[in-house]
């Protein structure tokens, strides 16, 4: 009887198993009931250590730190270029900037009869190497031939005349023509010249051969 006393002692009291883990409970927990547990806990979780392309992994705090230091922050606009701002502008604030600016300019590489094209600098320099230069600079010549022209300006126009019309005496034949201020010209037989009188009443003015005629001031008459 001791024997079987003793034998009873050493063995397990009847076991009682909670059928799901239960908080404070020292009893066992049935096969079905831990899977029923595990079955609802997270796997073991594989980390990415930067974001991946077509991973369902989660990405370590350092990953996540690291791609959000490579990214732009939240963006400020300027409503129209601003000087020594860094913000980037608005496309409408570009576009009504571009609309205060001069398009494209064309260039003409010489003056251009009926173009509003600015010209190049080199084309200006051209097109003025071919003018008169200052007048002060322009070379005199010691007498005039018959096929010379002249230019003079009246009434605010500027007309040519042939030198053969009005020629310095030089000795050849043709009638000699004095003024009253005793001014004396000379003009080639039939020709016209130009008589200043130097107000606006006539002048007599007399020939060789004792013809006189009457000119109003910087009139043109005959001489025959």
């Known amino acids: 009887m001791k024997a079987n006393a003793d034998g009873l002692v050493r063995k397990q009291d009847t076991l009682h198993f909670d059928d799901a883990p239960t908080a404070g409970s020292n009893n066992p927990v049935t096969s079905g009931g831990i899977h ?4 609802q806990k997270q796997d073991k979780l594989t980390f990415d250590s930067a974001p991946t392309a077509g991973s369902s992994n989660p990405v370590t705090s350092g990953g996540v730190n690291a791609a959000l230091a490579n990214k732009q922050n939240a963006l400020t606009f300027d409503n129209a270029p601003v000087a020594d701002s860094n913000n980037v502008v608005t496309s409408g604030g ?3 900037a571009l609309q205060g600016k ?3 300019l064309t260039f003409d590489n010489e003056p251009t009869a009926g173009s509003s094209n600015p010209v190049t600098s080199s084309g200006i320099h051209a097109a003025l190497a071919g003018k008169q230069n200052d007048l002060t600079q322009v070379p005199t010549v010691e007498s005039l031939l018959e096929t010379d022209y002249l230019f003079l300006e009246r009434d605010g126009k500027i007309y040519k005349i042939r030198a053969s019309a009005v020629i310095i005496p030089s000795g050849d034949t043709g009638d000699v023509v004095e003024t009253e201020s005793g001014d004396t010209l000379l003009t080639e037989d039939g020709q016209e010249i ?3 009188t130097g107000g606006d009443y006539s002048d007599a ?6 013809e006189q005629l009457l ?3 910087n009139e043109i008459i005959n001489i025959d």
């Open 102 to 104: 001069q398009n494209t």
């Open 215 to 217: 000119t109003e001031g």
């Open 194 to 196: 130009l008589i200043d």
């Open 94 to 96: 570009v576009y009504s």
């Open 36 to 39: 029923a547990s595990l079955a």
């Open 205 to 210: 003015v007399t020939t060789e051969s004792g």
